[in-house]
């Protein structure tokens, strides 16, 4: 039962722009909106990935460029590249469908409409730590707070892995049965 079903009934240009309610002009431009980003977004991520390629590729070449200097720009550019992956996981992808939807104007995709809603809101919280996690020193800078923490806690002898258990065998003695009778 979508939540806005009664403010549907009572307005039904809520559910949607579709060309009888808002014109020709507007349903004409919000489609071609559609189709822009539809085809705009991967042919960028296509265009920054290949000069991603020729650039990595010339750098290789040159003779100045330390191997440490080399890592750091492909750690960047994996980060940046789960970046752009998670950008049109949650933004690209729920608001092209968000266009579509609201374009028919069909009242039973609405609780879908909410729910994309809600999966904006979600960027945030598996951008960042993406971003802390594929970024060493970010990762080391958070792996330092949270060592601090749990010393200050009282936890961090549970994460040490220098420490030796000793483990002592005790002989055990064996009763028979015809002893205990006695």
Same mark, same amino acid.
Request: aromatic fraction near 10%; proline fraction near 3%; glycine fraction near 4%.
């Given at each position: ?38 085809? @705009? ?13 020729? +650039? ?17 720009? +492909? ?20 608001a092209?469908?968000?266009y @579509? ?6 009242e =039973? ?20 730590? @993406?971003?802390?996690?594929?970024? =060493?020193?970010? +990762? ?8 601090? @923490? ?20 005790v ?12």
């Amino acid at each position: 039962m979508p939540a806005m079903k009664d403010v549907i009934r009572l307005e039904p240009s809520t559910s949607g722009c579709d060309f009888s309610t808002c014109g020709t002009v507007v349903g004409w431009s919000i489609t071609l909106q559609e189709g822009f980003a539809a085809l @705009a977004i991967p042919t960028s991520i296509f265009v920054i990935y290949a000069m991603y390629l020729r +650039r990595t590729n010339y750098l290789m070449t040159q003779t100045t460029m330390s191997q440490t200097t080399m890592n750091l720009n +492909r750690m960047l550019m994996r980060a940046l590249t789960i970046h752009m992956c998670i950008i049109s996981v949650f933004l690209v992808i729920p608001a092209c469908a968000l266009y @579509a939807i609201a374009l028919f104007g069909n009242e =039973k995709y609405n609780i879908l409409l909410e729910v994309m809603i809600v999966v904006f809101t979600c960027h945030s919280l598996v951008d960042i730590p @993406a971003m802390l996690f594929f970024i =060493k020193p970010y +990762r080391k800078f958070m792996a330092g707070i949270f060592g601090y @923490a749990l010393q200050k806690v009282g936890l961090d002898k549970f994460l040490k892995n220098d420490q030796i258990v000793i483990v002592q065998q005790v002989q055990s003695m064996t009763v028979n049965s015809s002893q205990n009778r006695a």
